[in-house]
């Protein structure tokens, strides 16, 4: 079958830096996606990764080991304003996209 | 500001009413697609446009039924619903199917009330 996870919530501090892990087990693979989903709202999208290494985008980055089934997600000068579910989705073979179920990220001041 | 358009944001509607959910891009995109989120949960994809025909339909009950008009409208039936059908229904465009790294726009969503 095919699976995601990620960590259900995690906590961290304003200014600081968090990393969300993702790993995944699907049937091909044809690139991850990070979106960010405020409560309430719809999921805009963050970043795209189908080769191996580290993509940055700001104060986000985003890396992939398509080896080790794995990518994370890292938020560096943590603001109040993103905390969020934050979503790893991967395109299968099929160009399908599965989800992970999220990760909640609370930021403390 | 989103580039997909949804009305109406929320809708309250009983077993019996028969209402429709409107999906609006403008960005060239050649496929839409319906999806469903409940609380604390990921979207769950509905059904699939490309090129204004019916590509998936995730095994979605008859009571909902999409509609393409052209390729910048995605519409959504609603009839006789359960109440187990409420939750947040995100409409989403993309460049196109079955090309990796078209990341998926998505809208801010019809909240959904059946009573």
């Known amino acids: 079958g095919q699976n995601i996870d990620q960590p259900t919530e995690m906590t961290a501090t304003e200014g600081a830096i968090v990393q969300i892990n993702c790993t995944y087990q699907?049937?091909?693979?044809?690139?991850l996606f990070w979106y960010q989903q405020h409560a309430g709202e719809a999921p805009t999208f963050l970043s795209y990764?189908?080769l191996d290494g580290l993509e940055e985008k700001g104060r986000f980055s985003s890396f992939l080991s398509r080896s080790k089934g794995y990518s994370y997600l890292l938020l560096k000068e943590l603001q109040m304003k993103d905390s969020a579910s934050y979503l790893c989705a991967v395109m299968d073979s099929n160009y399908q996209l599965i989800w992970g179920a999220g990760t909640k990220l609370i930021i403390k001041p | 500001d989103t580039e997909v358009t949804q009305t109406p944001k929320h809708l309250v509607m009983g077993m019996t009413n028969k209402k429709s959910l409107k999906c609006e891009q403008h960005m060239g995109h050649r496929a839409m697609y319906w999806y469903k989120q409940k609380a604390k949960k990921p979207p769950e994809l509905m059904f699939v446009?490309?090129?204004?025909?019916?590509?998936i339909n995730e095994s979605v009950p008859s009571r909902f039924s999409p509609e393409c008009p052209n390729s910048s409208l995605l519409n959504l039936h609603l009839h006789a619903l359960q109440p187990e059908d409420s939750a947040l229904y995100l409409c989403?465009?993309?460049?196109?199917?079955?090309?990796?790294?078209?990341?998926?726009?998505f809208g801010n969503g019809t909240r959904l009330t059946v009573t």
């Open positions: 989403a465009s993309s460049q196109d199917l079955g090309t990796g790294g078209s990341p998926l726009h």
């Open positions: 446009y490309s090129y204004e025909k019916l590509s």
């Open positions: 699907t049937s091909g693979f044809n690139g």
């Open positions: 990764n189908v």
